[in-house]
């Protein structure tokens, strides 16, 4: 890894942030192994499992070490080994995990790198919510799982599907005014992690520039601090159909998160409004955050990132980028995460 101009700046309450620049150790070129175009991914163990966008076959899998075998599994059906409708990639132990919303199942993916294969088994019945942004496994009989449409931001949950505990809106001065209903079209959560120790919850919001850090205790979920990068968008109207629209000029941007160990968790953050990211997009920075909600480091990668996944086995973080082809970036972050 390549590392420049350390930096040493303060937030707006005095905290102490470091800046860096890094560099990817290595690629993968996923055109290369008739990997197009993906949503999302995870790393399980060494298998590198990705969602394909418009393919016959739903996921590709791309086994990492040794000859680099790729193959292709799952289709979209009826079928006892299909799936009707995909809502979400997860990983738990690595074992990747998918979400049905037309049984309103959780499925966990076998993966047979030898026989090139991948098949589904059920593991955990999904509640009543119409939509799973994002969705972590906690342990082997409860989950945590954002939602769409609904009353609440996200909620924590048996296998069998009844809600333990869940984080309602917020209540901030524009939106309270209007129905849950309409303001979940603004709270859409990009992604959650979740502490290796199962106690700390961190929720990161796509159009918000707003992280919520959380804790996780006698089975109650919690906020514990709200990160707001930028001012809650504006509201321009409210459509016939309830849902809010926003000014985009106001909008920042926090895409991704994910668990690094049980001192960080990384977010991948865009300052930028939205009106100006289509027309000249910065590159996004990687910000390391403890699980209280301090920001410790802001890296800044030499490419522009869609999304990130850090795999506890092989210390590295991988980060998906689209343009001008699918690759993925791994970085060597343990100097950064083991001080």
């Known amino acids: ?38 949503s999302r991914f995870v790393i399980a163990n060494d298998v ?27 289709t979209v059906g009826q079928g006892p080994q299909e799936i009707s409708s995909f809502s979400c990639l997860t990983c738990y132990n690595d074992t990747p995990y998918i979400i049905d919303m ?4 959780v499925y966990k993916i076998g993966i047979n790198t030898a026989n090139k294969s ?12 119409l939509m799973a942004m994002s969705t972590q496994i906690v342990d082997n009989y409860r989950y945590i799982t954002s939602t769409y449409n609904d009353s609440c931001l996200f909620m924590y949950c048996d296998t069998v599907g009844n809600v333990i505990s869940s984080i309602p ?15 979940s079209s603004i709270w859409g ?5 979740v502490s290796p120790d199962n106690k700390r919850v961190v929720a990161a919001y796509r159009h918000e520039g707003i992280m919520l850090f959380c804790s996780l205790a006698d089975e109650k979920l919690q906020i514990v601090k709200k990160d707001v990068k930028e001012n809650l968008c504006h509201v321009k109207n409210v459509d016939e159909m309830g849902y809010i629209n926003t000014r985009p000029s106001d909008v920042a941007h926090v895409f991704s998160s994910t668990t690094i160990n049980d001192k960080y968790v990384a977010l991948l953050y865009s300052g930028q409004p939205k009106d100006e990211r289509k027309k000249a997009p910065n590159i996004k920075e990687i910000l390391l955050y403890t699980w209280s ?11 522009d990132i869609e999304q990130l996944y850090y795999s506890k086995n092989t210390k ?10 699918a690759m993925i970036h791994v970085y060597d972050i343990e100097k950064y995460v083991n001080e």
């Open 169 to 183: 809106y917020p209540q901030e001065s524009e939106l309270s005014k209007y129905p849950t209903i309409s303001q």
């Open 293 to 303: 909600g301090d920001l410790v480091w802001r890296l800044q990668p030499d490419v």
């Open 102 to 105: 037309s049984s309103k199942n």
């Open 189 to 193: 959560t990009s992604s959650l992690a």
């Open 1 to 38: 890894m390549i590392a420049t101009s350390c930096q040493l700046t303060q937030d707006g309450k005095g905290a102490k942030v470091q800046t860096d620049t890094i560099v990817s150790e290595s690629t993968i070129n996923l055109e290369h192994f008739d990997i197009f175009n993906i």
């Open 48 to 74: 590198l499992v990705a969602q394909n966008i418009n393919d016959e076959k739903e996921f590709s899998f791309l086994l990492l070490q040794r000859d680099s075998i790729s193959f292709k599994a799952i």
């Open 316 to 325: 590295k973080l991988y980060a998906l980028t689209k343009e001008p082809e």
């Open 118 to 129: 991948a098949q589904i088994k059920y593991y955990a019945q999904y509640p009543y919510m």
